[in-house]
């Protein structure tokens, strides 16, 4: 690959990492699996019953319930989880404010994407998890302000691996199409942009211009 020539167009071109320099993501297998939602029972209550009632105890174990269906989580998706779990549609800035104080006081594996804590599930380590997952139908498919970097980091190197060397825009385009998203545009743009700066970042990928 070393040995390889593009046309010295000025563009970046996207390389996986170890194919490189023999880095440790050479010996990880990056898989596709299929987006599981939980899938608990829905408890039906009156919001403003809820916001007071002693219900701390409960609530953290639908959190970890969650977590064990669909961690990695933004905290966007995982307080939407609950809230709907409940049936609750008022009171939505209360609701979301006694969650975020009780996700606060919990013992809870997280990272943080920009400005977007991602919560993990006990057993996942955040700087080895090689999976990412894609949506079976519309209910399963996440928004992708909801796609954790780690995940479409994968999902890049994925495409790499199984298409070779390309552009960074080609990869940001392949990367979007192959986690649901057909359009390039607003927050889709934003996020596969982010997603290839922490691969590179993580030494997922390596990107070189033109020739090597």
């Known amino acids: 690959l070393a040995d390889r020539d593009f046309p010295d167009d000025g563009k970046s071109f996207v390389f996986s990492y170890n194919e490189i320099n023999g880095d440790h993501m050479a010996k990880t297998q990056v898989k596709r699996m299929p987006y599981r939602t939980y899938s608990g029972p829905v408890t039906y209550a009156d919001s403003e019953a809820w916001l007071a009632a002693d219900n701390t105890s409960e609530i953290k174990k639908r959190i970890q319930a969650i977590l064990w269906a ?3 989580i933004t905290e966007h998706l995982l307080e939407k989880r609950l809230i709907n779990s409940y049936g609750i549609v008022r009171n939505a800035v209360k609701i979301r404010g006694k969650l975020e ?26 700087g080895s998890y090689s999976f990412f997952r894609t949506a079976e139908n519309e209910e399963s498919k996440r928004d992708v302000l909801d796609i954790p970097y780690r995940e479409a980091a994968n999902a890049a190197l994925y495409v790499l691996r199984k298409q070779g060397a390309m552009s960074e825009e080609e990869l940001k385009k392949q990367t979007s199409l192959l986690l649901g998203y057909k359009s390039m545009k607003g927050n889709v743009e934003l996020i596969m942009d982010e997603a290839v700066k922490f691969a590179v970042r993580e030494k997922i990928i390596l990107t070189k211009h033109a020739k090597l």
Do not use: R
Not at 101 to 126: F, N
């Open 70 to 72: 669909e961690a990695p």
């Open 101 to 126: 104080g009780i996700l606060k006081t919990m013992d809870l594996k997280v990272t943080a994407d920009g400005q977007t804590p991602v919560y993990w599930h006990i057993s996942q380590d955040p």
